[in-house]
């Protein structure tokens, strides 16, 4: 079950993040402080760690993506399967292990 999660994930992944197309999103303050406030409160991760994990976002994933993410992170259980959402949270997973280091 574990393989496939993860098949799943890199593909969807590889959906959004197309080698050599830089997205940039331009995140609304709104999204940068709701992101923020997930990363620091949900992951305790530190305030450094979470703006390097947004602004490392930003080259992959869609402002719509983002707040696809961000709404369902506050549902209180399993987000229903969308593939779009498993390939931000992918997104994210691997920004946040990145910006850790």
């Given at each position: 079950m574990k393989t496939w999660i993860a098949a799943a994930t890199?593909?969807?992944?590889?959906?959004?993040?197309q080698p050599g197309q830089a997205l940039d999103a331009n995140y609304s303050a709104a999204q940068e402080a709701q992101f923020l406030d997930w990363c620091t409160g949900t992951k305790s991760a530190s305030e450094g760690i979470c703006s390097c994990t947004?602004?490392?976002?930003?080259?992959?994933?869609?402002t719509q993506a983002l707040t696809?993410?961000?709404?369902s992170q506050g549902a209180g259980g399993m987000p229903t399967?969308?593939?779009?959402?498993?390939a931000t949270?992918?997104?994210?997973?691997?920004?946040?292990?990145?910006c850790s280091r």
């Open positions: 890199l593909a969807a992944a590889a959906l959004i993040a947004l602004k490392s976002i930003s080259a992959t994933v869609p696809m993410f961000l709404n399967f969308n593939q779009g959402l498993v949270t992918a997104s994210v997973t691997q920004a946040l292990a990145v």
